[in-house]
Each structure stands twice: as C-alpha cells, then as structure tokens.
C-alpha cells in the first residue's frame, strides 16, 4: 500500500492568536509554543488525537519521552493547552489537539512523485522556447522525449487513481463496521459511557480483533458479558482506573482485554461459582492489577 505524508498548515495568523499570544507572555513561554507545536505534529497521523500508551506514569510524563522535552515545560504546556480548549481529553488513554484537523495536510507517495514529475515537464516546457539553437533533429528528439513523459506520467496517475481508489474503499469499509460496532456497543452496553465518534485509534482496534479472531467475532455476546459484569460496568464499586468508575469502549477494545473478557475473568462471582470457581483466578487477578485497576 502507498506510503502517506502529512504536514501541519500553519497559518499566517498563528502568532497572532490570543492563546498564543498569551502563551508567549509566560516565562518560557517561546519553549512552551514550540512544545506545543511538536505536539501537533505528533498528532497529524491520527488527524489531531494523541494517544497515551502507559509507558510514563501520566500524559505529561510520556510526551516528555516523546518529544524530547523537559518534563516540567511540557506539563505546563499542556496544563495552558487545556485551559484555552486547545487540547481535550476523551478517554483515559485519549487526547485530542482541536485545532489539528483543520490543518492537516496529506497525500500518498506515488502522488507525490506524480506532482514532481509535473512540475519537471512544466519547468521543461517553459525552458524549450529559449533554445533557439536546437537543431531540427534535436527538437524532434526532444518532442517524442516529451510525449513519452508525458505518456508515461498518464499510466502513472492511472496507478495512482487504483491506489487512491483502494484505500478509499478500505477506509470506509472499516469505518462502516467500526460504526457498526460502535451503535451495537451503545446499544447494549447502557451503563456504560456511550461513544460519539469514530477515530483511526477505534478502527484499528476493530481490524486488530478481526485479524485475530476472524470477520465473524461476536461483538455483541462479548458487550453482553460487559454490561452484566458488576465489576466491568463499575457497579460493586470496585472498578478505579485512571480516575475513571467504570470500564469504557476504548479499554475493552484492547485485544487483550477482550481475550479476558471472553474468557469470563470479569464474570460476576456467583456466576462463576455456578461453573465451581468462588471467585476470579489468581492469574486473573494479577492481570487486572497489573493493568493499574484495584480490586
């Protein structure tokens, strides 16, 4: 599949946004735009979400990793960021720089090349009519050159259009389901907090558990299992991570956390006595403290 590029549009009224400007007032505040800045393009792949994967102790502590930063700048680049609704957090492992998608740019690299490829014939085309010395042979050369190019970059942009034209379908095939899955999810899952958007992060999740467990996986007997595990749905009080009361989409789309799942690990205890076990296994319960969720 074509690689893509992406790059951040900055535009020309940037230095002079309020919250910038602001931002810049503070000591150290020039560190602190350029943090932020580092923070958008870290984020341009997934059209302005950040995810946070668990390998510092917090949010502030693993972009600190990530880009290279003092620690202290960076939280309090994100502490203003949040204040001025430039950064918002929509789950427990999810941050979203607002103002990213709007200034996205993107393409793939065979359309790269097909955009050089043109501005090359254009600078060629403009530069013919100065060389007055060009022989009749040579021009004729030149001419049949110049159709080939041109042919040449035609079948070029006929490979780009099937590529293009692939990864469209792809894209919206696996946000279909993801959709699918995502009202089957809010449907079933009541106690739950429901899910309003789709993102690149959710997609992936759902191919992941497709690859591994097949097209046809049960996603709406494993919600069932979620919403009548008193533990999972937050409801005997036991459930605390992350600050959070209960489970959500995003952490049991995990595909380890979907394997425990369908293992019946978060089954209630008296349903588990029914099957001889009084309570969750002890490799369970090292699992589930393991994840940083206490019992």
């Known amino acids: 599949m074509a690689k ?17 400007k602001k931002m810049r007032k503070i000591a150290g505040g020039d560190t602190y735009v350029i943090i932020y800045l580092k923070l958008q393009l870290l984020s341009l792949k997934d059209e302005g979400v950040i995810y946070y994967e668990g390998i510092e102790e917090d949010f502030a502590g693993e972009m600190a990793l990530a880009l290279d930063e003092d620690e202290e700048n960076v939280r309090v680049t994100i502490g203003f960021l949040e204040r001025w609704g430039l950064i918002e957090q929509r789950s427990a492992d999810e ?15 065979s359309a790269q090349r097909v955009r050089k490829h043109r501005k090359a014939l254009q600078r060629n085309e403009k530069m013919l009519p100065c060389n007055g010395e060009v022989t009749q042979s040579n021009a004729l050369e030149t001419d049949s050159n110049t159709e080939l190019e041109i042919d040449t970059d035609k079948e070029t942009d006929k490979r780009e259009e099937i590529y293009l034209d692939r990864d469209v379908r792809e894209d919206a095939v696996n946000a279909e389901k993801c959709r699918e899955i995502i009202t089957l999810f809010n449907a079933v899952c009541l106690t739950l907090t429901p899910v309003r958007h789709i993102t690149k992060n959710r997609i992936r999740k759902i191919v992941l558990i497709q690859q591994h467990y097949g097209d046809n ?30 489970a959500n989409f995003d952490w049991i789309m995990k595909l380890d956390n979907i394997s425990k799942i369908q293992s019946g690990a978060y089954d209630n205890a008296h349903e588990n006595n029914k099957a001889g076990n009084s309570s969750l296994k002890d490799e369970d319960l090292d699992f589930i403290k393991g994840l940083g969720v206490w019992i």
């Open 4 to 20: 893509r590029y992406y790059w951040l549009k900055l535009k020309t009224t940037f230095f002079n946004d309020k919250a910038i």
């Open 95 to 109: 941050f979203m720089l607002t103002q990213v998608p709007d200034n996205i740019g993107k393409e793939c690299d």
């Open 217 to 246: 996986f049960d996603f709406e007997s494993c919600f069932k299992k979620v919403e009548k595990s008193d533990f999972l749905t937050g409801r005997n009080g036991r459930w605390d991570s992350g600050g959070e009361t209960k």
